[in-house]
């Protein structure tokens, strides 16, 4: 083993000053990672700016769902009011017909009933 280490020595140490300098040309140029003072203070704006949006949004999407909920109110009492409607119209409906049959003393009567009217 040693005789191999000794008649491979010069190539040994060659390569090891081939990675050590390939190492340290790498290390030096290197681009720099380092922001400068003027892109650190663009990006913490940015990050203010980002911060203001998101709490702007949060607002927003509140008053979304407070409108979402009134509209939801809206067409709940609107269902209600046709439901009304359709059974207003069918009592109508069946107070009508049932107003057609009659005759002129009941009619009379019907409108003095309802309306106080009196025929003279």
């Known amino acids: 083993m040693k005789e191999i280490i000794t008649a491979n020595a010069n190539f040994l140490i060659q390569t090891l000053i081939v990675v050590v300098s390939i190492y340290f040309l790498i290390h030096v140029y290197k681009p720099a990672t380092t922001l400068s003072y003027e892109d650190r203070r663009k990006l913490d704006s940015l990050n203010n700016r980002i911060s203001v949006l998101f709490e702007n949004q949060k607002r927003l999407d ?59």
């Open 62 to 120: 509140t008053t979304i769902n407070i409108f979402e909920d009134e509209v939801k109110e809206m067409f709940d009492s609107i269902s209600k009011i046709k439901q009304e409607k359709i059974i207003i119209r069918k009592i109508y409906y069946e107070e009508i017909n049932r107003v057609s049959n009659f005759t002129d003393v009941q009619v009379d009567s019907f409108f003095t009933n309802k309306y106080g009217f009196t025929p003279r």
